[in-house]
């Protein structure tokens, strides 16, 4: 067979790589090219079809800090509840103020003796805080409901005797939101021996605790 000239046989071999080149071009940019929108779609695609990762939503709180204890009484209720005491109280220790605060006050005026503890407790969520409002009550029974404060209170009155001097004490226990308020008053007459009336404890530490919930709302 005779030979094909050198330009035709160059023709001859590389026609074959112009027109699987061209056939690429017109894929990259001609009419078979993917367009932006289907290359979107298609992204759009692959994203539904992959698992996402759970969504995680933060737990709002409407607290974050106990406030100061010792602020939440008005000098005068001091004084009605506590005759005799120093109205500025004292702070008790605590392993994390920012969340656990205490506040207490106490006197002996002649022979009648008061004690008053101004507690506040901050939790992580109204359901915590409703988890340990129900477990308090629940071991403190025999007591009942304060309405209009916070958004549960509960009150109970007990009477103790010891070497045959009585002491009546009453605790009061608020939520609101993820916050607990908590107040312990007490009494008792060294003279008589015997403990002030159980409306008289009550009445009190209701007082007490509706006076620091309203601290607690306003510092917020």
Same mark, same amino acid.
């Given at each position: 067979?005779?030979?094909?000239?050198?330009?035709? %046989?160059?023709?001859?071999?590389?026609? =074959?790589?112009?027109?699987?080149?061209?056939?690429?071009?017109?894929?990259?940019?001609?009419?078979?090219?993917?367009?932006?929108? &289907?290359?979107?779609? %298609?992204?759009?695609?692959?994203?539904?079809?992959? =698992?996402?990762?759970?969504?995680?939503?933060?737990?709002?709180?409407? +607290?974050?800090?106990?406030?100061?204890?010792?602020?939440?009484?008005?000098?005068?209720?001091?004084?009605?509840?506590?005759?005799?005491?120093?109205? &500025?109280?004292?702070?008790? =220790?605590?392993?994390?103020?920012?969340?656990?605060?205490?506040?207490?006050?106490? %006197?002996?005026?002649? +022979?009648?003796?008061?004690?008053?503890?101004?507690?506040?407790?901050?939790?992580?969520?109204?359901? %915590?805080?409703?988890?340990?409002?129900?477990?308090?009550?629940?071991?403190?029974? #025999?007591? #009942?409901?304060?309405? #209009?404060?916070?958004?549960?209170? +509960?009150?109970?009155?007990?009477?103790?005797?010891?070497?045959?001097?009585?002491?009546?004490?009453?605790?009061?226990?608020?939520?609101?939101?993820?916050?607990?308020?908590?107040?312990? +008053?007490?009494?008792?007459?060294?003279?008589?021996?015997?403990? =002030?009336?159980?409306?008289?404890?009550?009445?009190?530490?209701?007082?007490?605790?509706?006076?620091?919930?309203?601290?607690?709302?306003?510092?917020?």
């Amino acid at each position: 067979m005779r030979s094909l000239p050198l330009p035709l %046989a160059l023709t001859a071999r590389l026609s =074959p790589v112009v027109v699987l080149a061209a056939a690429g071009w017109a894929l990259s940019s001609g009419t078979f090219a993917a367009t932006p929108a &289907a290359a979107d779609r %298609a992204t759009q695609k692959s994203g539904e079809e992959s =698992p996402s990762a759970p969504a995680t939503q933060a737990v709002s709180k409407t +607290y974050t800090t106990a406030p100061a204890p010792c602020d939440s009484l008005a000098a005068k209720s001091v004084k009605s509840l506590v005759p005799g005491a120093k109205t &500025a109280g004292k702070e008790i =220790p605590s392993t994390d103020s920012k969340l656990r605060r205490t506040c207490s006050w106490n %006197a002996l005026k002649g +022979y009648d003796y008061r004690w008053l503890d101004v507690s506040f407790e901050i939790t992580e969520s109204d359901e %915590a805080a409703e988890k340990s409002f129900k477990e308090r009550i629940a071991a403190k029974s #025999g007591g #009942g409901d304060v309405p #209009g404060v916070g958004d549960a209170g +509960y009150s109970v009155v007990n009477l103790t005797t010891e070497d045959k001097q009585q002491t009546r004490e009453g605790m009061v226990l608020v939520r609101a939101a993820n916050a607990l308020v908590s107040v312990t +008053y007490s009494g008792s007459d060294f003279e008589s021996k015997q403990a =002030p009336g159980t409306d008289e404890i009550n009445k009190g530490a209701i007082k007490a605790a509706k006076e620091a919930v309203r601290a607690l709302e306003g510092g917020q």
